[in-house]
């Protein structure tokens, strides 16, 4: 297996998290990938550093920004074409492996029929609201596309813990079909390479990432106008149904308020705690399995929330994409 990492000014990243991916117990070869995308900062002799102590480092440095392909797709490219072996696994350099078994958790999840999987990237832990909403939308996202590929509708994955065979990126010709967009690298490709049978999902403990979330209101609106910037490139049944559960969602307080109001509030009543039962059915153990069961008193919190999340991210869909990766 060959892990991959691009990385652009990430020396202090790459400082604290790049041990992680080097010292794995695996069974069989592997090597780490590190594409230095045009760097200015000290990454080119961190690396070097790195390079002497492990043999399993493989060091690519990009000299030249390429012409009409923003973003990191073209580096990503590199690093998939300079692979020596068939699986790739993909992370960040801000990213860390929670276990020192994260690349055999991984590779367990192939067969004969399986090119992708997809993995769970979590975020430290830390004290403070901003740290609980930002898990919470990261778990909130991860139920669902991690629960559409169990249902056999895959439509994305998270670049900082994707995984995916070369045969499967060569014949849908890379990153071809959406190079014009900055970001995508992960969600647009898998929402094309996809299939029922081609796909699995791993929420093993020990195959997560872990991440150092953003720190501001303003780091964390600008990372999710990112991701929210591709949706709407999305095959159409994706997005339909994707659209129809956020409208549920973001309807439902200010039609239960109304119903309240203006027709039963017994009714109401009725129908939030059916609703209520519902989610608390649901959402411990799929908490409990990301590892995020201490966001659990809080979910209703969280999942009033979310109205006001629709509201302030629902101009990131319309938004031209940013044109760079860092």
């Not at 609980?132 to 559409?148: C, D, G, M, N, S």
């Not at 399995?289 to 919190?301: A, G, I, R, V, W």
Request: net charge positive; hydrophobic share 40%.
């Amino acid at each position: 297996m060959s892990v991959i990492i691009c990385a652009r000014d990430e020396a202090a990243n790459l400082a604290k998290n790049l041990p992680g991916s080097l010292l794995q117990q695996y069974r069989t070869t592997h090597e780490v990938i590190v594409v230095d995308d045009n760097s200015f900062d000290d990454t080119k002799y961190l690396l070097e550093e790195f390079r002497k102590s492990f043999r399993q480092l493989q060091i690519v440095e990009l000299k030249q920004e390429a012409k009409l392909i923003p973003g990191k797709k073209f580096p990503l490219s590199i690093g998939i074409k300079t692979a020596k072996h068939e699986i790739v696994l993909l992370t960040d350099a801000d990213c860390i492996p929670a276990s020192e078994f994260w690349i055999d958790k991984m590779q367990e999840s192939y067969d004969e029929n399986t090119e992708i999987v997809l993995g769970y990237g979590a975020y430290t832990k830390k004290a403070g609201l901003l740290n609980k909403l930002i898990r919470w939308e990261t778990f909130h996202t991860a139920l669902q596309y991690l629960t559409y590929a169990l249902a056999g509708k895959p439509y994305m994955g998270v670049g900082r813990n994707l995984s995916y065979k070369k045969a499967v990126f060569y014949r849908h010709k890379g990153f071809s079909s959406h190079n014009n967009i900055p970001s995508g690298d992960d969600d647009l490709f898998i929402n094309m390479a996809a299939t029922k049978s081609n796909t699995r999902i791993n929420i093993d403990k020990d195959a997560f990432t872990i991440s150092e979330p953003p720190t501001t209101w303003s780091q964390w609106a600008r990372q999710k106008s990112r991701h929210y910037s591709t949706g709407k490139y999305y095959k159409a049944g994706h997005q339909f149904l994707l659209g129809l559960y956020s409208l549920s969602h973001f309807l439902f307080f200010p039609l239960l308020a109304a119903s309240a109001i203006f027709y039963c509030w017994e009714w109401a009543l009725i129908v939030f705690g059916i609703r209520f039962i519902i989610q608390s059915i649901i959402f411990y153990p799929a908490l409990k399995k990301l590892n995020e069961k201490d966001l659990y008193p809080l979910f209703l919190f969280f999942d009033l929330w979310m109205f006001f999340y629709y509201l302030i991210f629902s101009i990131a869909l319309i938004k031209k994409p940013k044109q760079t990766w860092k």
